[in-house]
């Protein structure tokens, strides 16, 4: 017999918990994880009350839990899927008809469809191409919207906004503006042991490349420019960062897939003296660092967009048009 959604999710903190992807201090929301596994409030609360009784968390003087029998300082950073997707199938919660799963794969298309010029999406052909409701297909686009890849043109039909040079240059002058401030921000809260983690992954990654997957250097990237931003601890900014995020999602969705990993170290360096700067708590040189690594990025990332604007090959789906 299958697992019930909550025995799952349990399975999947806990192991999450064990294995130290979820470290000892992190702050645990109700609603950041419901969100995360596409499910309701109410067997969020259940499990995190399950693993309370284990010992395996713990209350504490704020919102939420953390992570360890006993309370430390805690850790505030948005949980996301690169969390649990690091122990592979162990961590998923199956469900046909979750959103996440059909997101994911809808995200790849847009964003890919964006490179390629300026798409109409149809939101019931998309409900039709996945057999699912329409409340489904209407809170994936609206995951869409949130992070600056599609737009409301109609009642039933969104645009994908267009991923070109001169955009993708406006999103990257975006992040030079607050990311290198949001962790200047972090370099003095961020818990030591957390930059640690974060750079043995790097190392560990570097030592390994290129034979290393996609979505590896996906969830590096996102260990700095969204774990680590996030501690910023100013949520306006972080939540206006959240529009340049289709300058990641091309990588994410490009490099290992559509297009072959660089021949060189695509990004370990740069993130390295980051996060060693962050470490030594000096956090202009760590802003400095970011907005170098940053100005030199964008080259790189021109370079891919217009490869494979002009040589890609994309199958589009049906509903887009």
């Known amino acids: 017999m299958s697992q019930s959604l909550k025995d799952q999710l349990y399975e ?5 918990i064990n294995s130290g992807h979820l470290e000892s201090g992190l702050v645990l929301l109700e609603g950041n994880i419901a969100e995360i596994f596409g499910m309701s409030r109410s067997p969020v609360r259940q499990t995190l009350g399950r693993l309370h009784d284990e010992q395996l968390i713990c209350r504490f003087d704020g919102r939420g839990y953390l992570v360890g029998a006993t309370a430390v300082e805690p850790i505030r950073r948005n949980l996301t899927t690169a969390d649990f997707s690091a122990l592979g199938e162990d961590a998923k919660i199956e469900r046909t008809d979750t959103w996440r799963a059909i997101a994911d794969v809808v995200e790849h298309d847009v964003v890919l469809s964006s490179m390629k010029g300026r798409f109409e999406l149809n939101e ?9 409701s329409r409340t489904i297909t209407h809170r994936i686009l609206l995951y869409l919207q949130s992070i600056g890849v599609v737009e409301k043109v109609k009642y ?22 607050l990311e290198p401030f949001m962790i200047a921000r972090a370099t003095q809260i961020m818990p030591e042991q957390q930059i640690s983690h974060f750079i043995e992954k790097l190392e560990q990654t ?21 774990r680590t931003v996030s501690m910023g601890g100013n949520q306006e900014i972080f939540d206006m960062l959240r529009r340049t995020h289709p300058v990641l999602l091309m990588s994410k969705h490009l490099l290992g897939s559509s297009m072959a990993l660089p021949d060189k170290d695509p990004f370990f360096h740069d993130h390295l003296k980051i996060f060693d700067r962050m470490r030594h708590k000096e956090g202009e040189q760590a802003s400095q660092a970011l907005s170098a690594h940053l100005a030199g990025s964008e080259a790189k990332v021109q370079e891919r967009l217009s490869d494979f604007r002009d040589h890609g090959v994309l199958d589009i789906p049906d509903y887009l048009r």
């Open 124 to 132: 019931l052909q998309l409900a039709r191409k996945y057999s699912v």
């Open 156 to 177: 039933t039909s969104w645009s994908i906004v267009p991923l070109d040079n001169d955009r993708l240059h406006n999103l990257y002058e975006a992040r030079r503006q």
């Open 12 to 16: 999947a903190l806990k192991r999450s």
């Open 206 to 226: 570097a030592a390994k490349y290129p034979n290393v997957a996609g979505a590896t250097l996906d969830e590096l990237e996102s260990d700095l420019h969204y």
